[in-house]
T-cell receptor, first 112, second 114 residues
Framework: ETGVTQSPTHLIKTRGQQVTLRCSSQ?????VSWYQQALGQGPQFIFQ???????GRGNFPPRFSGLQFPNYSSELNVNALELDDSALYLC???????????FGNGTRLTVT | GENVEQHPSTLSVQEGDSAVIKCTYS??????FPWYKQELGKRPQLIID?????GEKKDQRIAVTLNKTAKHFSLHITETQPEDSAVYFC?????????????FGAGTILRVKS
C-alpha cells in the first residue's frame, strides 16, 4: 500500500511569486486535505477536497487555492507569496470525509 | 470555532516512566479526538484516536481518555522508551464541521532520557 506522497520536498520562492505543491493520496483514499504547519506550531487546516470539489475551508485567504483530480491526487496553489507563507505544507488523505487522516512528509516552503 | 489547548509544551521523563499530555477543547459538539506523533523532519503519524461515545481507548503502551463533561482528553504513555521522543499533537473535530477539519493543539515536545 502506497502512502501519501508530496512533491517537491523543499522549495524556495521570492515574495510575490506563485507556487504549486502536489500530493498523491494513499491508495483507495478519495479525500485530500491540506494543512499549513508553521515552525513550532500545530498544523492549521487550509481546505479539503472530496470528489474534485472543495469541501470545507479554513481561515486562509483566496490566494490559497486547490484542485483535486479524478485519480484523487491534488494540488495546492498559493499566489502572491508573502514571507509569512514560509511553512511546512502537509497533505493528508482519508478513505472519506470523516475517516482518520494520514499525512504525507510535507513540502517545506521558504519565502524570501 | 473550536479551540484546542495542549499542556505541557515540553515534558522530560526518565526511560520507563509514564508520560501524560493533556488537551482541552472548547466546542461541545466535537466528537473525534486523534493524537499524532511527529518526529523531527517527518510526517505526523496517527498513533491513537477516540470518538465521543467512548471514554477510554488503549493500544499497547498508549491510552487516551476522554472527559466530555469537562471537555478534556489525555494521552498516556507507559513504560516510555527513547524512541517515544517526539512532538505529540492532539486534535479535535467538531460534529458540526464538514469533513476532516481538525483543530490541532500547539504540540508537546516529549524527551525520554535513557
Amino acid at each position: 500500500e502506497t502512502g501519501v506522497t508530496q512533491s517537491p520536498t523543499h522549495l524556495i520562492k521570492t515574495r510575490g511569486q506563485q507556487v504549486t505543491l502536489r500530493c498523491s493520496s494513499q491508495s483507495g483514499h478519495n479525500t485530500v486535505s491540506w494543512y499549513q504547519q508553521a515552525l513550532g506550531q500545530g498544523p492549521q487546516f487550509i481546505f479539503q477536497y472530496y470528489r474534485e470539489e472543495e469541501n470545507g475551508r479554513g481561515n486562509f485567504p483566496p490566494r490559497f487555492s486547490g484542485l483535486q483530480f479524478p485519480n484523487y491526487s491534488s494540488e495546492l496553489n498559493v499566489n502572491a507569496l508573502e514571507l509569512d507563507d514560509s511553512a511546512l505544507y502537509l497533505c493528508a488523505s482519508s478513505w472519506d470525509r470523516n475517516s482518520p487522516l494520514h499525512f504525507g512528509n510535507g513540502t517545506r516552503l521558504t519565502v524570501t | 470555532g473550536e479551540n484546542v489547548e495542549q499542556h505541557p509544551s515540553t515534558l522530560s521523563v526518565q526511560e520507563g516512566d509514564s508520560a501524560v499530555i493533556k488537551c482541552t477543547y472548547s466546542d461541545s459538539a466535537s466528537n473525534y479526538f486523534p493524537w499524532y506523533k511527529q518526529e523531527l523532519g517527518k510526517r505526523p503519524q496517527l498513533i491513537i484516536d477516540i470518538r465521543s461515545n467512548v471514554g477510554e481507548k488503549k493500544d499497547q503502551r498508549i491510552a487516551v481518555t476522554l472527559n466530555k463533561t469537562a471537555k478534556h482528553f489525555s494521552l498516556h504513555i507507559t513504560e516510555t522508551q527513547p524512541e517515544d521522543s517526539a512532538v505529540y499533537f492532539c486534535a479535535a473535530r467538531s460534529a458540526g464541521e464538514y469533513g476532516n477539519k481538525l483543530v490541532f493543539g500547539a504540540g508537546t515536545i516529549l524527551r525520554v532520557k535513557s
